[in-house]
């Protein structure tokens, strides 16, 4: 017997679902360019994040041998082409929308725009501490462990000028990438933590100004195969990773993340004033019991303070919109 089609049942034409997707890519992708706000929690709040890890984790070998087959329509719905186009496009329109203005914002008006940062990453550090749940010797030890090295590692004297490499961008690409798939974590913090968030920001400036030079072409290209290398080698690892050890995984995570605020206090000072290029500069931190209290330092913690509710008001709408449960994650098993 053949299905008859149900004319009473609701569901959107092909084109409404497009530009739904659209819209949620451009969400996400003003999202992904503010560091402490997490792509991962918009599209949990956008109803979407179980499908897109789902999608992303399914670029493997499997498909390969679909495409190799010349199954280009199988291949097309196991990774579920018809949301990550629009969804793609989307993520990519609103980087560039609002990339310019986060360069212009940490050139002109740095120790605002880290205070915002700062509270916004504060925020995303308790929320990540709750994904751990009923904490354990062993998880706070993981915790402990991550702060440490996240301050080691945003200390090194090879940060504060971070190495000028095509290997390095790529290598920032491959790393930042995996946040997508992390609610709470954010690929541009960690862009921020590795020195290379100006740089990248200033290039989407370029775009739009139509300035782009022969080493800004290859910039992108190389952080762009860091991320596509970065998401189809690391997506699998840390899908597995959230199903089975969520609380270990969190644990270090937010360790990772309390360690690194180090590197976005908003009270520092310019050592290199001679310098005028700035991504060339260095900034040592100012201990809060140096800074003045004025006008400019109640400011300064105002920002920080209404960052991180934001971020928490963020968050709470994603809880309501849908909770992620580890065995909500799709298993290797079932791909």
Same mark, same amino acid.
């Given at each position: 017997?053949?299905?008859?089609?149900?004319?009473?049942?609701r569901?959107?034409?092909?084109?409404?679902?497009d530009?739904?997707?659209?819209?949620?890519g451009?969400? +996400?992708g003003?999202?992904d360019?503010?560091?402490?706000v997490s792509g /991962?929690?918009?599209?949990l709040i956008l109803?979407?994040?179980?499908?897109?890890?789902?999608?992303?984790?399914?670029?493997?070998a499997?498909?390969?041998?679909l495409?190799?087959?010349?199954?280009i329509r199988?291949?097309a719905?196991?990774?579920?082409l018809?949301?990550l186009?629009?969804? /793609?496009? !989307?993520?990519?329109?609103?980087?560039?929308?609002?990339?310019?203005?986060?360069?212009?914002?940490?050139?002109?008006?740095?120790?605002?725009?880290?205070?915002?940062?700062?509270? +916004?990453?504060?925020?995303?550090?308790?929320l990540?501490?709750r994904?751990? /749940?009923k904490?354990?010797?062993g998880n706070l030890?993981?915790?402990a462990? /991550?702060?440490?090295i996240?301050y080691?590692?945003?200390?090194?004297p090879?940060l504060?000028?971070?190495?000028?490499?095509?290997?390095?961008v790529?290598l920032? !690409?491959?790393?930042?990438?995996?946040? +997508?798939?992390l609610?709470?974590i954010?690929?541009?913090?960690?862009?921020?933590?590795?020195?290379?968030?100006?740089? =990248?920001?200033?290039? =989407?400036?370029?775009?739009?100004?139509?300035?782009?030079s022969?080493?800004s072409?290859?910039?992108v290209?190389?952080?762009a195969s860091?991320?596509?290398i970065?998401? =189809?080698?690391?997506?699998?690892?840390?899908?597995?990773l959230?199903?089975h050890k969520?609380p270990?995984?969190?644990?270090?995570?937010?360790?990772?993340m309390?360690?690194?605020?180090?590197?976005?206090?908003?009270?520092q000072?310019?050592?290199?004033?001679?310098i005028?290029e700035?991504?060339?500069?260095?900034?040592?931190?100012?201990?809060?019991?140096?800074?003045?209290l004025n006008g400019?330092?109640?400011?300064?913690?105002?920002?920080?303070?209404?960052?991180a509710i934001?971020?928490?008001m963020?968050?709470?709408?994603?809880t309501?919109?849908e909770?992620?449960?580890?065995?909500s994650?799709?298993?290797?098993?079932?791909?």
């Open positions: 017997m053949t299905d008859q089609p149900d004319h009473n049942r569901e959107p034409i092909p084109s409404q679902a530009f739904a997707n659209l819209g949620r451009l969400l +996400m003003g999202a360019i503010i560091p402490g /991962g929690t918009v599209a109803g979407i994040y179980e499908r897109l890890v789902t999608a992303i984790s399914h670029v493997d499997k498909l390969v041998s495409v190799a087959q010349r199954k199988d291949a719905d196991r990774i579920d018809r949301l186009i629009p969804l /793609g496009i !989307g993520i990519l329109s609103g980087v560039i929308a609002l990339g310019s203005v986060m360069h212009t914002l940490l050139e002109d008006h740095r120790q605002l725009t880290f205070a915002a940062f700062f509270g +916004m990453i504060s925020a995303s550090c308790y990540v501490f994904l751990i /749940g904490p354990t010797g030890a993981l915790l462990g /991550g702060v440490v996240a080691g590692i945003v200390t090194l090879g504060k000028t971070p190495p000028d490499a095509l290997w390095y790529f920032c !690409g491959a790393v930042a990438i995996c946040a +997508m798939i609610p709470g954010s690929g541009a913090f960690i862009l921020l933590v590795l020195g290379k968030y100006h740089e =990248i920001t200033g290039i =989407i400036k370029e775009v739009l100004k139509l300035k782009l022969v080493s072409v290859m910039t290209i190389v952080f860091g991320c596509l970065g998401l =189809i080698s690391f997506s699998k690892l840390l899908r597995w959230l199903a969520t270990q995984t969190m644990s270090v995570l937010c360790g990772f309390i360690g690194s605020l180090y590197k976005i206090w908003p009270f000072i310019d050592t290199t004033p001679e005028r700035f991504k060339y500069k260095h900034f040592e931190p100012v201990p809060l019991t140096d800074v003045p400019q330092l109640l400011l300064t913690i105002a920002v920080a303070v209404v960052s934001a971020v928490l963020l968050e709470r709408l994603g309501k919109k909770t992620i449960q580890p065995e994650l799709p298993s290797d098993e079932n791909s």
